[in-house]
């Protein structure tokens, strides 16, 4: 422990109090405690503190339940440019290549959201919020390769000021920060974010490679949108080698997330479980009852939950337990209406390719009015008991 | 009391900025966010609300002595209907394009809370002058937050100021550039977020008073 003796009793002085470095004590203390463990734990203040462990801990296990997504993202993009310009290339390049397209994204969502909760945090006087640790890591993986970097800073400094701070910082938020980023970028930027084509090289790379001027290909949400036959197989769609935003293709990856986070007790099996059956069950219905000429009603259930964002929301969006339902009936009834309604916007709206983001958006809203009712009427249940 | 006396001078500038009808009593939010998405409209619709509230408090100030009380505010809804129309052919023969943009919520000034407060609150208890003071400046205090609104929204949501360009279309993205407009300033959800920031800046400026 030489380094933490080293840490503990020359470096940190220099951030407390009249220390030469205190202008920057919030940073410190960001990083300090995000390295090593805490000597305190969490105040009791939002709804995701549920236990001792500092909250940094909890964040840091979804950013590891996260990483496959990340890699097999990267590699993804890479194996669509490939793909695109008809070359083929070995893992290492094809990865390489993803790399360089996905990591300034990432840099760029961390530099900007941290930049401002280190500033608040240091404006205030408190301790630095974690919550960004894992919001930061989401926003590049859901935006397509082609979003330019700028959008991406200007979306999450928006989310990260109108969805977080203004209503009091992590844990008291009521939407999920990463998806107001994606909406924030949905509804201002529609030709970036449309779904209906995802770019799947980035212009800017061409300063590297000098390759094609930016092929788009079709995703198969927004081939059902448009009517068309959708040429992605069931396969690829699990696998994930196919066009989409960066983190959210492949399913086996986010299994392996769904597994992190189920295992370290994160997030909750209730939420995810009831999320697939609600979309499975509303497909089905569509598939029995759905209109002949719709395509997307005609799309086989199984296959809605392994195309677009719906598995990477069921596993990451809809169980932040800052924004879903906090009672353990409350989990089923929020997570079966988000995938209801995720396969509602994909059927019946051909203006929203993908209904995921809004879904959980929407179901965000409600997920107090659901713990309400819950809590009322167990309420009710137990005066009941007493009278009879 | 001479016409531009300090009591007089007070009714003009509260509205402006301490009492402002928007910013501080937070009224009239509704056409606000409808009509600023750019800033010609916004100033037409701003001047119109300034003059309507004017000439409305004026003549209520002068009949609000022989009004029966109990049916005062179908006299208010007269006047000021009365106003609107007026104001509204007014803007049909000379700014067409305008007014076609504003559409309904031109008439729908009839239903700005700004009016019927100041009718309420101020030209029922006092003399003409005053209430003409007090309508012009709420109307302006109105107008003021309009045009920073559709300013923003503007520039940001088309690149451009009273349909002028400003942002060069060399640098949009299907020019080869870098740039794209906000899409979502040309929505009022994006509307009612900047009017939230002015709003926000407003009270921390004047914090102390």
């Known amino acids: 422990m030489g380094l933490k003796k080293y840490i503990d009793e020359k470096v940190k002085p220099q951030f407390e109090g009249e220390g030469k470095f205190h202008a920057f004590r919030s940073l410190f203390d960001g990083f300090y405690t995000f390295m090593y463990v805490p000597n305190e734990t969490s105040k009791a203040q939002g709804s995701h503190i549920h236990d001792a462990i500092d909250s940094k801990r909890i964040m840091s296990f979804v950013v590891i339940a996260l990483i496959p997504c990340l890699l097999f993202g990267m590699y993804n993009v890479g194996f669509q440019h490939y793909n695109a310009i008809g070359e083929t290339a070995d893992f290492l390049a094809t990865f390489l290549y993803g790399l360089a397209a996905v990591m300034p994204k990432v840099i760029v969502s961390y530099a900007v959201g941290l930049g401002i909760e280190f500033t608040i945090a240091q404006w205030k006087g408190e301790e630095i919020q974690e919550g960004f640790l894992v919001s930061g890591m989401l926003i590049p993986l859901i935006v397509p390769i082609n979003c330019p970097l700028w959008i991406i800073a200007v979306a999450t400094a928006f989310a990260v000021i109108f969805a977080k701070e203004v209503f009091g910082g992590t844990g008291m938020n009521i939407f999920n920060v990463a998806l107001v980023t994606r909406a924030f970028l949905f509804f201002s930027y529609p030709t970036m974010m449309s779904g209906e084509k995802v770019w799947v090289n980035g212009e800017y790379l061409d300063c590297i490679n000098g390759t094609v001027d930016g092929v788009s290909a079709a995703t198969p949400l927004g081939e059902l949108a448009a009517g068309q036959p959708v040429t992605t197989d069931f396969l690829s769609t699990v696998t994930g080698l196919m066009p989409g935003s960066i983190g959210e293709t492949s399913v086996i990856a986010i299994a392996i997330g769904a597994i992190i986070l189920l295992w370290s007790g994160v997030a909750s099996w209730k939420t995810m479980l009831s999320v697939f059956v609600g979309g499975a069950v509303i497909a089905l219905l569509f598939n029995t009852f759905g209109a002949e000429d719709n395509a997307a009603a005609q799309f086989p259930w199984y296959q809605h939950l392994t195309v677009g964002g719906f598995c990477f929301g069921a596993v990451f969006m809809a169980t932040d337990p800052v924004t879903s339902a906090r009672t353990e009936t409350g989990k089923y009834i929020f997570g079966f209406l988000i995938g209801c309604v995720a396969i509602l916007v994909r059927v019946l709206n051909p203006g929203f390719p993908e209904g995921m983001m809004l879904a959980i958006l929407l179901m965000n809203c409600f997920a107090p009015l659901i713990d309400y009712c819950v809590v009322q009427s167990n309420i009710n249940k137990r005066a009941k008991r007493i009278k009879a | ?209």
């Open chain 2, 1 to 209: 009391m001479s016409l531009f006396s300090k009591e007089n001078g007070a009714v003009f500038t509260g509205p402006l900025n301490l009492n402002n009808p928007i910013a501080v009593q937070v009224l009239g939010i509704c056409s606000a966010l409808a009509v600023t998405s750019q800033l010609k409209p916004a100033i037409v619709m701003g001047l119109s609300v300034t003059v309507i509230t004017a000439f409305s408090n004026v003549i209520i100030s002068l009949i609000r002595k022989t009004i029966p009380n109990r049916i005062r505010i179908i006299v208010q809804l007269v006047v000021v209907a009365a106003l609107v129309t007026i104001v509204s052919n007014i803007l049909k023969a000379y700014v067409y394009d305008v007014s076609v943009q504003l559409s309904v919520y031109v008439g729908l000034i009839i239903t700005n809370c700004i009016l019927m407060g100041r009718l309420e609150a101020f030209a029922l208890q006092n003399g003409p002058w005053e209430s003409f003071l007090d309508g012009i400046a709420n109307g302006l205090g109105y107008a003021i937050i309009l045009v920073i609104v559709g300013f923003v929204r503007e520039l940001l949501g088309s690149g451009t100021l009273f349909g002028l360009t400003i942002i060069p279309s060399s640098v949009l993205m299907e020019n080869g550039g870098l740039y794209l407009h906000n899409g979502m300033m040309t929505m009022p959800a994006m509307a009612l977020i900047i009017l939230a920031c002015v709003i926000w800046a407003h009270r921390s400026i004047n914090k102390e008073k």
